[in-house]
Every structure is written in structure tokens, then in C-alpha cells.
């Protein structure tokens, strides 16, 4: 049986830093993405500015240029791919990871079965051609982000096919009736967008007003959008249930009624199209089925210096370490974990 010393799952900006560091300890690695490089930046909106600068994007030394403040998606795609063949990593793209599970140990000489060495680790992923397989690695780093696990309603319609967990381009919507769910940055740049491509938009959103998070630059837009009335706003309001022509809502609270428009505690709002954009989390139950435990928000319990979860010898890196609080992980930051993981299973070996 081939045992690698480290398998990273993800290659996203944070399993790509690992993957440099992995290279430059001469350990014997390898990537596993369930997409393409940096599949969350692909999937992102294709007009989609980035909140910070280009130097906080940097991984490896490489510079990031960029004649913009403030780097685009299209920018950060192109760099990352610079990333990759500059540095010459191995990546298998196309292949999801089903189950990590840990196997046993090494024995001296390096087999599987024995007892005292380290754990063995067994990564069984399928491609996307449906073929399967297994590899064996020393340690695992689940660097898996965030961004392909939308935070569900559990409504009633929430699988209709004119309903999105996803924004993509506004043009597609000219002269529809859209209704956004959401208050976060998401949610009011699509609300802009879709308003100015000729949607009639209307904005639901559980809390009392806009998240405090919202780009600086974005939010005046969207607040004098609302306030005009060219984007109608629900505040204080929960989806129950979305039909193919419309979405049920009700109140919270009899608060704001000035503000909303709503003169009673349900409505149906009129859509042709639904986008949920209610945030996402890490794959908390391909970590768990690894037997990593949880804590009460919903992140993995983990070493706050090395990142090793209970499970030794398996780390989370990035996105996957934050639980419900994803707005606390950003690529400025998840971008150090992996050298410093690295650094951790470098010494052990």
C-alpha cells in the first residue's frame, strides 16, 4: 500500500499555501478538489469585486498586481493559476472526497497494521466520471472552505427550480419579479444589480436592517435604493414557503411597519425567481463521519495553535475551522493556517 506523508483536501487559496509549504519541507503530497482551482473564487458572481487588497490574496511570495484597489474575480483566477504552475503542485481535480476515515497505524517499516507510529488515514474520493478510489496518507488537512454548503431554509419549495442558493449574472432576469433572501453582502449586491438590469426586486430579511458587514462602498447604495423605494425591503420577516409564483413570508414582530410597507404578519410576495442567499458553511458531516467533534457553534473542535482536530493527525485549515461564524475566516487569514500545519506535521516526520 502507497502512504503518502500529507493529503490536502481543498485547492483553494488556504490548501494551495499548504501545498507550497508541503513542497518546501519536501514532504510527500498531494491536492484532492472536489472542482476546479480555486472552485468558491469560480463560483463567485463573474463581476464580483473583492472587499480587500490584492496583497492580503498573496500566497507563496508571488505578488499579486493589479492596477484596481480593490482585485476582481477575474484577477484573483488568474493569479492563483500563476500560483499553481510557478510552484508546479500536484492537484487531482474533479475528484470529491466521500470518507476519511483512520485505518491503523505504521509500523517501523512503514506498512500498515502495526502499533506506536501514526495514524494512517484512508481517502476515498469518486470523480466526477463516477470512478473511485482510495488513497493512504500519514496526515490530512481538510482545507474545504465554506462556499459549497449553503445554510438551508427547510422550507416548504425550497427545491423548485426557479430557487437559487447561488447569484450568478443579473441579465437573465430583465422584467422578472425577483425576491432576495438575505442581508449580507450577497444579498444587497444582487439586490443593485438585478435592479439595475430591469428586475423588480424585493429584499426579505429576518433581522431589523442590513447586516453591518456590507461593503462600505455598497452599502449607501443599497440603503438610498431602499429608501427610494426602487428596491422594496422586508424586514423583521421570515420565509415559511415558496410556491412556483410566489413567496410566503411573516413577520417577527409588529416592528417597522412604517419602514417595511407591511400592514399584517403574512404576505405572499409575487416571484419568478427566488435567490437564497443566506450564507454558507463548511461539510460538517464528511468532518464528523472522521470522528471530529463540534462545539457549540458548529466549528471543529481543533488545537488553536497547530489546527489538529481530537482526531490526530487530521487538521482543518481555512473556512472549515469556522462554524456558523464564517465571517470571521477570510483568505487574509485562512491563507497562514497551512504553512503553520505544515510546519507541525514536518516536525513529526
Same mark, same amino acid.
Given at each position: 500500500?502507497?502512504?503518502?506523508?500529507?493529503?490536502?483536501?481543498?485547492?483553494?487559496?488556504?490548501?494551495?499555501?499548504?501545498?507550497?509549504?508541503?513542497?518546501?519541507?519536501?514532504?510527500?503530497?498531494?491536492?484532492?478538489?472536489?472542482?476546479?482551482?480555486?472552485?468558491?473564487?469560480?463560483?463567485?458572481?463573474?463581476?464580483?469585486?473583492?472587499?480587500?487588497?490584492?496583497?492580503?490574496?498573496?500566497?507563496?511570495?508571488?505578488?499579486?498586481?493589479?492596477?484596481?484597489?480593490?482585485?476582481?474575480?477575474?484577477?484573483?483566477?488568474?493569479?492563483?493559476?500563476?500560483?499553481?504552475?510557478?510552484?508546479?503542485?500536484?492537484?487531482?481535480?474533479?475528484?470529491?472526497?466521500?470518507?476519511?476515515?483512520?485505518?491503523?497505524?505504521?509500523?517501523?517499516?512503514?506498512?500498515?497494521?502495526?502499533?506506536?507510529?501514526?495514524?494512517?488515514?484512508? !481517502? =476515498?474520493?469518486?470523480?466526477? @466520471? %463516477?470512478?473511485?478510489?482510495?488513497?493512504? /496518507?500519514?496526515? +490530512?488537512?481538510?482545507?474545504? #472552505? $465554506?462556499?459549497?454548503?449553503?445554510?438551508?431554509?427547510?422550507?416548504?419549495?425550497?427545491?423548485?427550480?426557479?430557487?437559487?442558493?447561488?447569484?450568478?449574472?443579473?441579465?437573465?432576469?430583465?422584467?422578472?419579479?425577483?425576491?432576495?433572501?438575505?442581508?449580507?453582502?450577497?444579498?444587497?449586491?444582487?439586490?443593485?444589480?438585478?435592479?439595475?438590469?430591469?428586475?423588480?426586486?424585493?429584499?426579505?430579511?429576518?433581522?431589523?436592517?442590513?447586516?453591518?458587514?456590507?461593503?462600505?462602498?455598497?452599502?449607501?447604495?443599497?440603503?438610498?435604493?431602499?429608501?427610494?423605494?426602487?428596491?422594496?425591503?422586508?424586514?423583521?420577516?421570515?420565509?415559511?414557503?415558496?410556491?412556483?409564483?410566489?413567496?410566503?413570508?411573516?413577520?417577527?414582530?409588529?416592528?417597522? !411597519? =412604517?419602514?417595511?410597507?407591511? @400592514? %399584517?404578519?403574512?404576505?405572499?410576495?409575487? /416571484?419568478?425567481? +427566488?435567490?437564497?442567499?443566506? #450564507? $454558507?458553511?463548511?461539510?460538517?458531516?464528511?468532518?464528523?463521519?472522521?470522528?471530529?467533534?463540534?462545539?457549540?457553534?458548529?466549528?471543529?473542535?481543533?488545537?488553536?495553535?497547530?489546527?489538529?482536530?481530537?482526531?490526530?493527525?487530521?487538521?482543518?485549515?481555512?473556512?472549515?475551522?469556522?462554524?456558523?461564524?464564517?465571517?470571521?475566516?477570510?483568505?487574509?487569514?485562512?491563507?497562514?493556517?497551512?504553512?503553520?500545519?505544515?510546519?507541525?506535521?514536518?516536525?513529526?516526520?
Amino acid at each position: 500500500m502507497s502512504v503518502r506523508d500529507l493529503l490536502i483536501v481543498g485547492a483553494g487559496p488556504t490548501g494551495l499555501s499548504a501545498a507550497i509549504a508541503a513542497k518546501g519541507h519536501g514532504l510527500d503530497y498531494h491536492v484532492i478538489e472536489q472542482g476546479v482551482l480555486v472552485n468558491s473564487i469560480f463560483r463567485f458572481p463573474p463581476q464580483m469585486v473583492f472587499f480587500t487588497t490584492p496583497e492580503l490574496l498573496e500566497i507563496g511570495g508571488l505578488p499579486f498586481v493589479s492596477p484596481y484597489e480593490k482585485p476582481t474575480r477575474v484577477e484573483a483566477l488568474r493569479y492563483y493559476r500563476k500560483v499553481a504552475d510557478t510552484y508546479d503542485l500536484r492537484i487531482a481535480f474533479g475528484e470529491r472526497v466521500l470518507s476519511v476515515q483512520r485505518e491503523g497505524d505504521l509500523d517501523e517499516a512503514g506498512g500498515a497494521g502495526g502499533s506506536g507510529g501514526e495514524p494512517v488515514f484512508a !481517502v =476515498e474520493t469518486r470523480s466526477v @466520471r %463516477g470512478v473511485r478510489r482510495v488513497r493512504h /496518507a500519514r496526515f +490530512v488537512i481538510m482545507a474545504i #472552505g $465554506y462556499y459549497d454548503h449553503p445554510n438551508r431554509l427547510g422550507v416548504p419549495g425550497e427545491d423548485l427550480p426557479h430557487v437559487h442558493h447561488y447569484y450568478g449574472e443579473p441579465y437573465g432576469h430583465y422584467r422578472e419579479r425577483v425576491v432576495i433572501v438575505g442581508g449580507g453582502n450577497s444579498a444587497a449586491e444582487s439586490a443593485l444589480e438585478l435592479f439595475r438590469a430591469g428586475a423588480s426586486v424585493t429584499l426579505v430579511h429576518r433581522g431589523p436592517e442590513l447586516k453591518s458587514t456590507i461593503k462600505y462602498w455598497v452599502r449607501p447604495d443599497i440603503e438610498n435604493r431602499i429608501k427610494e423605494g426602487s428596491i422594496a425591503a422586508r424586514f423583521d420577516t421570515v420565509v415559511k414557503a415558496i410556491s412556483p409564483s410566489a413567496v410566503v413570508t411573516e413577520r417577527l414582530s409588529p416592528r417597522r !411597519v =412604517e419602514d417595511t410597507g407591511i @400592514r %399584517g404578519e403574512a404576505d405572499a410576495i409575487p /416571484a419568478e425567481t +427566488v435567490f437564497l442567499l443566506t #450564507g $454558507y458553511r463548511a461539510d460538517a458531516d464528511l468532518l464528523q463521519r472522521a470522528g471530529v467533534a463540534f462545539d457549540d457553534r458548529d466549528a471543529p473542535v481543533h488545537d488553536r495553535d497547530t489546527f489538529e482536530t481530537n482526531v490526530s493527525g487530521l487538521f482543518v485549515a481555512g473556512g472549515a475551522v469556522a462554524g456558523v461564524d464564517t465571517g470571521t475566516i477570510f483568505i487574509e487569514n485562512g491563507r497562514f493556517h497551512g504553512e503553520r500545519i505544515v510546519g507541525t506535521i514536518a516536525s513529526r516526520l
